[in-house]
């Protein structure tokens, strides 16, 4: 079968290529899927600079989403059927390839009604918009809530899906004011440009301080965080898109002066740890699709040798809202 395959790690697209690989079989509490769409998310990139703890060895395919058909059961898995549409969570990557190798317990079948690009960018990206919501920042609805990567396919989601549970005020933020109108056309009430006025600028955005902050940006914006969310309020620490080693995390005095909570959130983590959640969550999302309350529009890339390209463009920062890539028809 074909696959992406990465040789090592690299800043840019120089090491990735689509080559002929071996196809999976799965084994007991797995299943194999034939691949008809991908997503394409920031952690293949992550994986491609070669950041801690997400390529346990070269060579690497990357792809922690996929939507397709089930091409073979492994030994114990009864509640799937070959042939059946379905959507899947990938905790050891491998879905950007015509197959891919899922454990049951993380692979869903997807409504006839929601489109197979969309349900290649349910089981990592939607799936985690909706967790950092309720799981993590226990979303509640009339809240503020502050995304720190507004313009990224997380960031889109979120915008998606507040109005879906309740509804709140959306302030985003982005690298560049050329981002602006396509925060606020996904979604955004308020935009704001990352820069050095940014806790003034979402103050004023937000008309006071916000409740929920969801932040993948390390701990460098933790005092940010720290000085626009309001009492009671909770912040997300959920990524790392600048890569490096990452800070202190703020002193108890200030939370407990300030009654915030910190949390973090990892799905890839969750994935391993309590898959059943995950997959409630997953199976969440598709209905939220399928009746219409979440409607994500999705870039499709495609094919697999057009992917290194949106790798580089999510690299530069210059993406916008999700990209997934079309690998077969569906
Ligand atoms: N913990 C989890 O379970 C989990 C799950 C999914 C994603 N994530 C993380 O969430 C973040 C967003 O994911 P995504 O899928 O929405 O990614 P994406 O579509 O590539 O968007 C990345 C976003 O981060 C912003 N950004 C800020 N600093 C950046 C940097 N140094 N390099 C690149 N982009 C930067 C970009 O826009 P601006 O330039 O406009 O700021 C963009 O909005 C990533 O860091 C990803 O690793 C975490």
């Known amino acids: 079968m074909r696959a992406l395959v990465m040789t090592g790690p690299s800043q840019g697209s120089d090491r990735t290529e689509v080559r002929d690989v071996e196809a999976p079989r799965p084994g007991a509490g797995e299943v194999t899927v034939d691949v008809t769409h991908a997503g394409i998310n920031f952690i293949d990139v992550m994986a491609r600079r070669g950041d801690a703890g997400y390529v346990a060895s070269w060579p690497f395919t990357p792809g922690k989403e996929v939507a397709g058909t089930v091409r073979e059961l492994g030994e114990d898995v ?15 990557a491998g879905g950007l390839a015509e197959i891919a190798l899922a454990p ?7 409504p006839d009604e929601v489109p197979s690009a969309t349900a290649a960018a ?53 690298g560049r004011a050329e981002k602006i109108p396509a925060a606020l056309k996904s979604g955004y009430d308020a935009a704001v440009v990352r820069d050095d006025d940014l806790a003034e600028a979402v103050r004023a955005a937000a008309g006071g301080a916000v409740d929920v902050v969801l932040d993948p940006l390390g701990t460098a914006m ?15 620490l959920f990524g790392n898109a600048g890569g490096g080693r ?35 969550a997953l199976r969440r999302v598709l209905d939220l699709v399928t009746d219409g309350r979440l409607d994500l529009p999705v870039t499709e890339v495609g094919s697999l040798a057009e992917t290194p390209a949106t790798h580089q463009l999510l690299a530069d920062g210059h993406g916008s809202g999700k990209y997934v890539v079309r690998i077969a028809e569906s």
């Open 122 to 174: 349910a089981p990592l990206m939607l799936t985690t918009a909706l967790m950092l919501l309720t799981d993590a920042a226990r979303f509640g609805a009339g809240d503020t809530v502050l995304v720190h990567s507004a313009s990224g396919g997380v960031g889109s989601a979120v915008a998606q899906l507040v109005p879906a549970l309740g509804g709140g005020r959306l302030i985003g933020v982005v």
């Open 222 to 236: 933790v005092d940010t965080d720290l000085a626009v969310t309001a009492p009671g309020g909770r912040i997300v």
């Open 104 to 110: 049951a317990a993380l692979t869903v079948p997807v």
């Open 246 to 280: 990452s800070g202190a995390l703020p002193p108890l005095d200030r939370l407990r002066a300030g009654n915030i909570a910190v949390a973090g959130f990892s799905v890839s983590a969750l994935a391993v740890t309590a898959p059943h959640r995950v997959a409630v």
């Open 78 to 92: 009864t509640d799937l059927a070959v042939g059946q549409r379905v959507a899947a969570f990938l905790p050891g």
